[in-house]
């Protein structure tokens, strides 16, 4: 993404490690091996990170994983890349892993932006699931909200065509945002229809943070939008 030299991004994430647990650092420790990833300089050789060529699944903020792990260990012939800024989360994401024993799942540690517009390259993504972004409701924090006209370039690009965009959020007024940008751009089709949202029940687990927004009395709506070949 083109921004001016020295200019610091706006980060769609505030870094607060909060608290880890033993079982989560210990986890972090011994898992990493064979599951977290040390990023090169330049793009992922993902064929080689996962040991095979295959579809593969970006999912964006996956927070504790449960979701994540879920999705890859149902979908065994697809890669899933997971990428999270909360290290708790992580060492959740891998304890989860082990359990269910796939090998179909990696995970990055860091900014999703920087790894898509740095280490992943163009058409590498058969899908990229992004569930309950931060919603950054104050308006002015919406500059700070993931889903931008720029992500979406970046997304376009790394999305193989006929690749999928699955975002799923609690907070109307981000869907509304998200249908807005995601309507006006003629790179992405909606799989429902112009305008909808995807009817109940979406076709992933539910989520944590979801969650937390149903016992808020939150209404959730999943947008799928298609790369156009
Ligand atoms: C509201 S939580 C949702 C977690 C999970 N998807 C769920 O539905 O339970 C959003 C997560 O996105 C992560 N996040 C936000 N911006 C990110 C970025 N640019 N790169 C990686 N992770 C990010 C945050 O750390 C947080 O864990």
Not at 155 to 168: F, M, V, Y
Request: glycine share 8%; proline share 9%.
């Amino acid at each position: 993404m083109n921004r001016p030299a020295g200019h610091r991004p706006l980060r769609s994430f505030v870094r607060r490690e909060g608290r880890m647990t033993t079982g989560q650092q210990r986890a972090l420790e011994r898992l990493w091996p064979a599951y977290g990833v040390d990023l090169p300089e330049g793009p992922l050789d993902l064929a080689a990170l996962f040991g095979r060529a295959a579809p593969c699944v970006l999912d964006i903020g996956f927070g504790n994983g449960e979701t994540l792990v879920a999705m890859a260990a149902a979908d065994p012939d697809r890669n899933y890349l997971g990428v999270e800024v909360h290290r708790p989360g992580v060492g959740h994401c891998l304890l989860d892993a082990e359990e269910a024993e796939v090998n179909n799942l990696r995970v990055v540690v860091a900014d999703a932006v920087e790894v898509m517009s740095r280490h992943l390259p163009p058409e590498s993504l058969a899908a990229i699931h992004i569930y309950f972004p931060d919603p950054w409701p104050k308006k002015r924090h919406h500059k700070r909200r993931l889903i931008q006209r720029s992500f979406l370039e970046l997304a376009a690009d790394r999305l193989e065509p006929g690749g999928l965009l699955h975002l799923a959020t609690d907070w109307k007024d981000y869907a509304e945002w998200m249908s807005g940008l995601l309507e006006d751009d003629d790179r992405f089709i909606n799989t429902a229809a112009p305008h909808r949202y995807l009817p109940d029940p979406p076709p992933r687990p539910e989520t944590k943070f979801e969650r937390r927004g149903l016992r808020r009395g939150h209404q959730v709506f999943d947008l799928i939008y298609q790369r156009m070949p």
